[in-house]
């Protein structure tokens, strides 16, 4: 095919892309079916002119391009309509966009208006990876009942497109060993909400966050988040500038956003105190509501019964390895106490960063060397998990900063006492019992924690007692009231 | 007279004539395809993602690809050879 | 007032330990350290890095050696510091540092390491003013960001700057410090943030706004990343002390996300900055109004003058249009901008050039002298400002404290200059609504005459004051 050939074929597609929102944007379908393609511009872009209402100028703007505009092309296109006279408005439009329509990397790309909700679950739906945030979005999204498409960004990130089927099964019947699919992305159509909602379960990858900013300021889309944590900029210090670069630039769609639903109380107060610091800009911020996870074992099944107790006890801990999860406090917590004659097994499930794992091995080397039980596993499956869960005697996870904190809760539905943080998140789930609370950033606080709890029997059962009858939610009850936080208006 | 802002400034010329509009307004459509298909629009995604030292050579490849296009292959050399004689200082 | 305890062991000693440290021989404070202290503290591990490691650690090298001091002693503490300076040919040359008690230290290393008069500058000039007659000591970093080191007191002002600073570093211990300025080098936040944790000193974070964070679509690229380092530092430290009400409730919103992390957070304090009339030397005047005024055929264009840098966030773009659209409905004015590129500026520009080749008058002035800005400012008709955030908005007030009224932005901390008098309050967002605020300043005769009388009578606040306030909160 020569380039003539791909233009006019090009052309065609952005003239059937503008019949497509002609109607929404006030033009008869009947009128602009008679048109050819630049008159028809020149009347959409005259009618948006006329109303000049954000809405319409970003539909219109997409509809050209093939993809979403950013904020700036919108700002763009607005001071075009507002100072290009009369028939050369359509000129002011195509010249606003050029950059979003050089990025679309098909020249047929077609339209589908969409006022169901669209749910992004990208990552969920291009990786295998499930840890976190895959497990509740996997968890969650499809036990929702109400109508909505689920989306995935099309590889050049200029848009949405429905799930190609193995996509969609990597999200809805997630099984360990399932593999993503590279290059599996429908061509065609792009997704164009209207009218409608935006869904972001997951937190969204930095190449499309200016795209998403300009949805939620300007699209007229009621746009709903899951908030996870504020971590990249609470905690700074212990991850990379990447990180708080995404996050920070994450916030332009949170401040456009109308829904944040928190995975705790204690995240839910981080976005409120942004709300209070986005009032300098004259921004509201969205609605923060909190609605903490469920409590449910991995595997999903809770255990009959707990396995028998053993010669030696076990001290677990699970969680990624990175300098936040403090892996090496709770390494020297246990060498004091192995110190004073202590006997028990000091076990470390997770994986990290090749940086963080290379110290952290050097530690625990050294640690090993002095003569004491200190392992590492990696790469465990899901079974072996929940058996590890169901051993240990004592669960350790005095991290110094979580958006919730799903292991604690994982390991209180296998019947395991928890030792954990005194504060945010940690300190909520403790409350519900199971637990005892200790500073993390003290090693003799947390080791004098795991010592009552292995010489303390009375201690230990009624923390034990406190675990079973806790009362969390399940992912169904989980999942229908997140539905209802995104969806109902909120007062 | 009005200054029209614009990105691409050879979009905006006010036409009088409807029928002469119409198929210019058309015709633009097509040469702004052509354009952001196959075209010069330098995404500032890509400025923006690269350093600013990162930005000349990818500059650099892009006027060349832009000059090749347009001129084919002889003036292409014939401006790199007189670029480079600027460079070094002579003629 | 400041007090050097000497450098190495000495010093080391001398701050830990009670008592005179007359005794010279190195290896008697040794063996006296390790008698006193068989543990280390994770402030004496933090001072011990810092000294006998002649680098100031990060938050994590402290833990680490706090932990190694904790199950091996003091005296293997000292000893493999030691050995890790040793172990590594790059850190043999390291100057020796020594220990500075109770000094107040003002950090204003990117200030000295300048020639430009910035915002920034101006603010770490007016404390330095002011502070160093009070005993306070002006310090830099080294050229690897890993010591602190004494600046001479003339290097904020000297044109030529050589030998800026002191060979030999230097750490406080038990006094004060104080961050006038944004590190935007993560290296040296996470030894700020260590120094404020452990060095058993008040420390106290100059703090403009959090814009980085809350407003990342308009900052330079790499910027939020590196910004939050800068605030990790500032969540360790005792005292932020924002320059206006509105960047003080920024800061207090930040503050109560650090709960989340177990991390109490400083205080924060409402200390405005300082807003003094610029000189306008007469001098400089028939230079100025070549420079700005524009005349057509009925005579001298009212001006119109817009000051700050070309970054999104300054929103030029919006004047531009809100000009053109008046211009349109044939008002006569001319507009100017002063103030440099940055970063995403090249649409500025662009149609900036678009407008001025179409025969609008209006011009744009990068590198203006304080002379031309201050007369600029006494020139203009109306100054126009409408920033989408602003820690404080500086150019509102030199605009009005030389008389002129100002078009700004209807929020933040450029409302709660307006609450003072002087301006016309628009939505930034809205161009027409901007071209209003000008509409009306360049029409309405009574309305100009009535600002212009506010903006005169708002009160000053110099730079010694506000150095003052600093000071007494710091300080005491």
Known sequence: MNDNDLVRRSVAALRARLLVVAPSVGVAAGRANQLAVGPLLEALADAVAGSSTPSRVWLLATAVAAGYPTVAEVTAVTRGLELAAPGVRGGAVLSGVAVTASQVRSSVVSIELVSDPLVDVDFCATHAHNTGIQRVVRSTVPKWSGAHVLAAWSPDGTGYRRLTPSQESLVTAWHSGARAEPADTNAEPLLVPVDGAILLPEVPALEYIARLASIARFSGNRVGLIGYDAIPVVSADTVSDDESDRFAHYLEVVKHANVVSCISETTADEFRSLNSSFEAQGIRGPSVLALPLPEQPVGGQRAAEHAAPVAVPLVLMVGSLEPRKNQLGVLSASRILWERGAEFE?????????????????????????????????????????????????????????????????????????????????????????????????????????ERLLVDPVLRESLIAEAAARQGLTWAEYAGSLWRQFMEPVA | MSPQISAIPDFDKAVDAREALAALQSQRVEEWVALVRFGDVIPLSVENSLSWKLTRPVRLAQTAVKVLRRDGITRFWATVRARLRRLVGRS | MSEDLGTGIRGVVAALLPGKAADRERERHR????????????????????????????????????????????????????MERLRHPSRWFDAKVSVLRSAVLLDVHDSIDTHLLTGVQRLARGIAESWIPRGATLIGW???????????????????????????????WQGHYVLAEVVTEPERSVRTQALAQYAQSRTMLVGADIIPLTTAE??????????????????????????????????????????????????????????????????????????????????????????????????????????????????????????????????????????????????????????????????????????????????????????????????????????????????????????????????DDALHDRLAAEAVARPLRSWGAYAGDLWRILVG
């Open chain 1, 346 to 450: 000091l076990q470390f499930i997770g994986g990290g960063s090749a940086w963080f794992i290379a110290q952290f091995d050097r530690e625990v080397d050294a640690v090993r060397r002095l003569g004491y039980p200190v392992s590492v596993r990696r790469g465990v499956s899901d079974s072996d998990l929940a058996a590890a869960y169901r051993a240990a005697t004592v669960f350790v996870f005095p991290s110094l900063q979580e958006g919730y904190g799903l292991p604690i809760v994982e390991a209180l539905a296998t019947g395991t006492p928890v030792i954990t943080s005194n504060y945010g998140s940690m300190a909520e789930i403790a409350q519900g019992g199971g637990c005892l609370s200790v500073d993390p950033r003290d090693d003799d606080a947390i080791a004098d924690a795991i």
């Open chain 3, 142 to 172: 080294s050229p690897g960001r890993t010591q602190l080191r004494v600046a001479d007191p003339r290097a904020l002002q000297a044109a030529k700057k050589k030998r800026r600073m002191a060979r030999r570093g230097v750490v406080p």
């Open chain 3, 218 to 443: 308009t900052t330079g690229p790499r910027m939020p990343g590196v910004f939050a380092k800068y605030l990790a530092a500032a969540a360790r430290m005792s005292v932020v002390a924002a320059i206006s009400s509105t960047a003080a409730a920024e800061y207090a919103g930040w503050r109560g996300m650090l709960r989340s992390a177990g991390i109490g957070g400083p205080e924060i304090v409402n200390v405005p900055i300082a807003e003094t009339a610029g000189i306008a030397s007469p001098d400089a005047r028939a230079e100025a109004e070549r420079l700005l005024l524009a005349a057509d055929d009925e005579g001298t264009l009212p001006l119109v003058l817009s000051v700050g840098s070309h970054e999104p966030r300054k929103n030029h773009g919006a004047v531009l249009a809100a000009a053109e659209l008046l211009w349109r409905e044939g008002l006569r004015f001319n507009l100017v901008f002063i103030g440099g590129n940055a970063w995403s500026s090249d649409e500025f520009r662009m149609r900036l050039a678009a407008l001025s080749s179409a025969g609008r008058p209006i011009q744009s002035l990068s590198g203006a002298s304080d002379a031309i800005l201050w007369w600029a400012y006494r020139l203009a008709r109306l100054t126009v400002f409408p920033s989408v955030n602003e820690g404080f908005g500086l150019p509102v007030v030199e605009s009005l404290h030389s008389g002129t009224p100002v078009v700004t932005s209807r929020f933040g901390s450029m409302e709660d200059i307006a609450r003072g008098g002087g301006c016309v309050l628009v939505d930034p967002h809205d161009d027409r609504d901007v071209a209003a605020g000008i509409r009306s300043l360049l029409l």
């Open chain 3, 31 to 82: 063996l006296r350290l390790e008698h006193s202290m068989p543990l280390p503290t994770a402030e004496a591990a933090w001072l011990m890095l810092a000294v006998l490691g002649r680098r100031l650690p990060t938050s994590e090298e402290v833990e680490r050696a706090y932990r190694f001091g904790r199950f091996n002693g003091t005296r293997a503490l000292v000893r493999s510091i030691a």
